[in-house]
């Protein structure tokens, strides 16, 4: 069973920093594509960061040179490093796997695509005040 168990949300100032972490268990680590999303108040979930087997990345237009998405394999883990943090990335943030893909796939602008993955964590909240 695939399980997926995020970390590190908090409320940071404009400008701060944060990094999250995704410890995952269930599945071949590594093997798939793994990605980041988050989901404002009444906005749509959009995967900002992705990741694929041969270390590949992926970004959202709007968090390029801001966020970098990485992988320890040893730990199982994947991470999502956030700089230069700005209100408007005020979000719950969620790590997913997707299972039936070594690659990532995305849309023009780098944003990983929601329906592609079947596997999430609970989330972890992240508020940046101004």
């Known amino acids: 069973q695939v399980q997926l168990v995020e970390s590190g949300g908090g409320s940071v100032q404009s400008g701060g920093t944060l990094r999250l972490s995704c410890v995952a268990s269930g599945y071949t680590y590594s093997k798939y594509c793994m990605a980041w999303f988050r989901q404002a108040a009444g906005k749509d979930r959009e995967g900002v960061a992705s990741i694929d087997h041969d270390g590949n990345t992926n970004y959202g237009d709007s968090v390029k040179g801001r966020f970098t998405i990485s992988q320890d394999n040893a730990k199982n883990t994947f991470y999502l490093q956030m700089n230069d943090l700005k209100p408007e990335d005020t979000a719950m943030y969620y790590c997913?796997?997707?299972?039936?893909?070594?690659?990532?796939?995305?849309?023009?602008?780098?944003?990983?695509?929601?329906?592609?993955?079947?596997?999430w964590g609970q989330g972890t909240q992240v508020t940046v005040s101004s």
């Open positions: 997913a796997v997707d299972t039936s893909s070594s690659v990532c796939v995305t849309d023009s602008g780098g944003y990983s695509y929601t329906w592609a993955f079947r596997h």
